[in-house]
């Protein structure tokens, strides 16, 4: 996923996107708002940063411009500005989501997962992963050609691993995009889930395409 920064607070920028390259994402950086729409019409990005108080554009001009050509890259603005009619504005102009500052790296993180997520999902694309297929749009699972029956917090399990295929998943990123908020850090539910989901694909395919990386998390990928 490639991430454009746009945030004319240089320390602030580079601390943004470093915290993002820990997390597997491409993320490069500008810091005004010419050099942004520059940056923008020359390039593809999947999402987009934004700080709406930029020398030379401010970020609703970046903002205005790309929604005249392209209605798909997403759009999260990062301001000061905490009003309701400022999110009520940068939310009309067709940003995706508004983050005030000052904000915790991790909220912005999990803002962009919710993003990343949101967009193969309302896509209605077929996710794969070798022989293993997970269709957004009817949630059914198959291997080979054969359906994969999961308990609906398998299939979110699986779908949120494939969504983020090649990146390790904690604990505590499951419990706050596929568990509701009823379950707590220590539970053992989400170990039980994953289990008998792993169960299942080894079955069905011979291996297990999950991988428990020790102090980071599942991450799901082809047989090695």
Request: hydrophobic residues 40%; glycine residues 6%; proline residues 3%.
């Amino acid at each position: 996923m490639h991430i454009l920064v746009v945030e004319d607070e240089r320390i602030l920028c580079e601390t943004i996107a470093r915290s993002l390259k820990r997390l597997a994402y491409s993320v490069d950086c500008c810091y005004d708002g010419i050099t942004a729409m520059q940056m923008l019409a020359d390039d593809n990005f999947d999402l987009v940063v934004l700080d709406l108080n930029l020398p030379d554009a401010d970020g609703m001009t970046v903002l205005r411009t790309l929604r005249k050509t392209d209605r798909d890259t997403k759009v999260l603005i990062l301001s000061a500005r905490s009003e309701v009619s400022d999110k009520v504005d940068g939310l009309d102009a067709g940003a995706n989501d508004y983050l005030a500052k000052p904000f915790h790296l991790e909220e912005l993180a999990a803002r962009i997962r919710s993003l990343t997520l949101r967009q193969f999902t309302q896509n209605d694309v077929v996710l794969t992963c070798g022989d293993v297929s997970f269709d957004t749009k009817s949630r059914k699972a198959i291997v080979g050609d054969e359906p994969l029956p999961l308990t609906r917090k398998e299939t979110g399990i699986l779908e949120y691993l494939m969504v983020n295929r090649g990146r390790p998943i904690s604990q505590e990123e499951f419990i706050e995009h596929v568990w509701d908020n009823s379950v707590d850090n220590f539970s053992n539910s989400i170990r039980v889930h994953i289990s008998a989901l792993r169960k299942k694909l080894r079955t069905s395919l011979g291996y297990d395409p999950i991988r428990n990386r020790i102090g980071e998390g599942y991450v799901m990928g082809e047989e090695e």
